[in-house]
């Protein structure tokens, strides 16, 4: 089975602006959860989608959102986007969301 | 919410040693704990990971530890190789979000 895909990898950004970045889960896994991993913070949970409903949230502001499609592809966004949202922004996809996951790539985020 | 702390930060063993990282977590509730590599450049991939019923896992050269009176985890790597430098991370789960540490680079040296 091809692994979790995610794009852009790499994506530079201004103050300001705002930023999509899409995920594609292992077929067949119906579970999407991102995390934002930071040298400071270390890895952090954003929100987990399951059969398109957001079912956790974790402690992040709400310029930060996501969505989740019929075909468990899912995308995050970031609105108004600040220095401090540089980061590597990681997907991970489970069968139920409960226990295994597996990660993607990752996209760097450099804001400017 | 989960706090999960993580020790040592950084490990430097000689090729063939072993290596042993060490993770304590405050939420009685949580009952999934994985622990993954990272590589640089590179997204988290799963090593081993343990469940609440179970005591210790092994796979290979790899084998993890769970004292839930303790609310403690362990990692161990024995005949460990260069290639097993990398970053590693527990994590401990009552749900869906992983609660993560800080991470240990672990280098191994020839």
């Known amino acids: 089975k091809a692994g979790v895909t995610q794009t852009p990898r790499y994506l530079i950004k201004t103050r300001g602006q705002q930023v999509t970045l899409s995920c594609s889960p292992i077929?067949?896994?119906?579970?999407v959860s991102w995390y934002q991993q930071t040298p400071g913070q270390g890895l952090q949970f954003l929100f987990e989608?399951?059969?398109?409903?957001?079912?956790n949230k974790g402690n992040f502001p709400g310029r930060f959102s996501g969505r989740q499609f019929s075909n468990s592809r899912s995308e995050m966004n970031v609105s108004t986007l600040e220095l401090g949202d540089s980061a590597l922004y990681l997907c991970?996809?489970?069968?139920?969301?409960?226990?295994?996951?597996?990660f993607g790539p990752g996209t760097r985020l450099t804001v400017l | 919410g989960e706090n999960v702390e993580q020790h040592p930060s950084t490990l430097s063993v000689q090729e063939g040693d072993s290596a042993v990282i060490k993770c304590t977590y405050s939420?009685?509730?949580?009952?999934?704990f994985p622990w993954y590599k990272q590589e640089l450049g590179k997204g988290p991939q799963l090593i081993i990971d343990?469940?609440?019923?179970?005591g210790e896992k092994k796979d290979q050269r790899i084998a993890v530890t769970l004292n839930k009176t303790a609310k403690h985890f362990s990692l161990h790597i024995t005949e460990t190789q260069p290639e097993d430098s990398a970053v590693y991370f527990c994590?401990?789960?009552?749900?869906?979000?992983?609660?993560f540490g800080k991470g240990t680079s672990l280098l191994v040296t020839p």
């Open positions: 343990i469940r609440s019923n179970v």
């Open positions: 994590a401990a789960s009552s749900g869906y979000a992983l609660n």
């Open positions: 077929s067949g896994h119906r579970s």
């Open positions: 939420d009685s509730a949580s009952n999934y």
């Open positions: 991970a996809s489970s069968n139920r969301g409960e226990g295994t996951q597996y």
């Open positions: 989608y399951f059969s398109e409903t957001q079912r």
